[in-house]
């Protein structure tokens, strides 16, 4: 009897519940249950400690990481509360979601090991074939669009965009890069390249007049990245989509001075989170790009629907 006592007594705690009811599901690292979670290191190991006092979990070690599962037999009282848990508590169904993104993430990065050791002869280099190439291919086929371009700096991307796009909206906070921008449009011909100073998060742009809303390495300049979200949906057109170009969550800190970083990346779930409030539906998110040496940064591509 107390050892079912001690049991319910675990189970108590909303993050212990939620905890549990992911290890259900799948077997998880300390920091795939941080990511999933969007809680700090110390919570979530302190928490896995008293479950695995109370038998509730297990972990075994491979290489450097403890994955951590359910125990053998949680017994009948536990299996009841988290039950009843999964269907009270308004957490379980989002933590779901962002764990079948960890889930993906993992696939990702094994296909990528296995990528790397395929093909190797003529993967780097093969004459004629770059991305350059292949984007000004791939935008031919897009229909004329309204896109904006938010944070676009001097636009460069801007530009490759307005050679097929009905209009292209370039917004950026300097002036410089701005007065830059436009006398780079009018020096190419592109009358339908429009420049205009202002904030992302309060972009110069009407309500409901943009198919595409575009953040290409803007959103972590940011001060509230979910406020330039909310207004990429008030610009959209019904049925609009938002793109995000960032940097996946890193630890390099040289950049917020180096390059003016504000935000250090977003993970994948992180930009759900933001995207979902933001009110975009169809989310999806994949890793694009990985560098192949220090800091290793890696690109992730992010889209929704209004």
Known sequence: MASILKSLRALSDPIRLRLLLLLMEE??????????????????????????????????????????????????????????????????????AHLLFTLKKRQD??????????????RAYVPGRSWQALSHGLLRLLPPMVIADLGAGEGTLSQLLARTSKKVIAIDNSEKMVEFGSGLAKEHGFSNLEYRHGDIEDPPIDANSVDVALFSQALHHAAVPQRALNAAQRILKPGGRVMILDLLSHTHEPTRELYGHVWLGFSEIELHRMMKKAGFSKIESSIVSRESEAPFFQTVLATGMK
């Not at 990065?109 to 003529?122: R, V």
Request: proline share 1%; no cysteine.
């Open 27 to 96: 077997e998880l690292t300390v920091a795939e249950l941080q990511e999933i979670l969007g809680l700090g290191q110390s919570r979530i190991s302190t928490s896995l400690a008293h479950l695995k006092r109370e038998e509730l979990v297990k972990d075994r070690r491979v290489g450097k990481n403890n994955f951590y599962s359910v125990g053998e037999d949680l017994g009948e009282p536990a299996l009841a509360v988290l039950e009843a848990a999964r269907a009270e508590l308004k957490e379980a169904s989002a933590d779901k």
């Open 109 to 122: 990065l094994a296909a990528d090991y296995f990528n790397k050791l395929a093909g190797k002869f003529g």
